[in-house]
T-cell receptor, first 116, second 115 residues
């Protein structure tokens, strides 16, 4: 069975601080995909990144960066110089290579509060 | 603009009533999904449909029903058999080209409260 653990329930930082959101996953699939989604107060989940299990290169997109380490089954997300607009709930998710159906297993989410 | 529209945004229901949540997409996606979100929990899959006139149960299908008569529409009915229906419901879709990778596009959700 697949499982995604986001141990940090809530994180509060002051604007301009760096913050890392942790994600640990479990799967028996050899091919799988990892995701991060952002859920702002409006409720809609917004896709941030997808990473497949064969690509362990770290990725940077503006103030966002992701660290994928298969050895520790982790896919951590770092926001550099956080801003108030980053306040949201962030979900890590895992999808196995199961064929035609896409079934994501989500973590419980980390609520990030960025204050001035 | 392309996207997923869910309605209503807020809905109140008395115990024993069935309610239907609407989900419409104009992204030309084949696959559509319904998730339930409860406080402090991740999203849990209720039902999904890969093609018109076909749908499959997810992890928590009991007390819910769906239909997929049109590609762009995937309504969810919360029946009186659902023991704890108060929750936030999210509809999502994906194109078949992404079907194996799981990248989903989400609507803004419908919040159902049972009085």
């Amino acid at each position: 069975a697949q499982k995604v653990t986001q141990a940090q329930t809530e994180i509060s930082v002051v604007e301009k601080e760096d913050v890392t959101l942790d994600c640990v996953y479990e799967t028996r699939d050899t091919t799988y995909y990892l995701f991060w989604y952002k859920q702002p107060p409006s409720g809609e989940l917004v896709f941030l990144i997808r990473r497949n299990s064969f690509d362990e290169q770290n990725e940077i997109s503006g103030r966002y960066s992701w660290n994928f380490q298969k050895s520790t089954s982790s896919f951590n997300f770092t926001i550099t110089a956080s801003q108030v607009v980053d306040s949201a709930v962030y979900f890590c998710a895992l999808s196995g290579h199961t064929g035609t159906a896409s079934k994501l297993t989500f973590g419980t989410g980390t609520r990030l509060q960025v204050t001035l | 603009d392309g996207g997923i529209t869910q309605s209503p945004k807020y809905l109140f229901r008395k115990e024993g009533q069935n309610v239907t949540l609407s989900c419409e997409q104009n992204l030309n996606h084949d696959a559509m999904y319904w998730y339930r979100q409860d406080p402090g929990q991740g999203l849990r899959l209720i039902y999904y449909s890969q093609i018109v006139n076909d749908f499959q149960k997810g992890d928590i299908a009991e007390g819910y029903s769906v239909s997929r008569e049109k590609k762009e529409s995937f309504p969810l009915t919360v029946t009186s058999a659902q023991k704890n229906p108060t929750a936030f419901y999210l509809c999502a879709s994906t194109g078949t080209s992404f079907g194996n990778t799981g990248e989903l596009f989400f609507g803004e959700g419908s919040r159902l409260t049972v009085l």
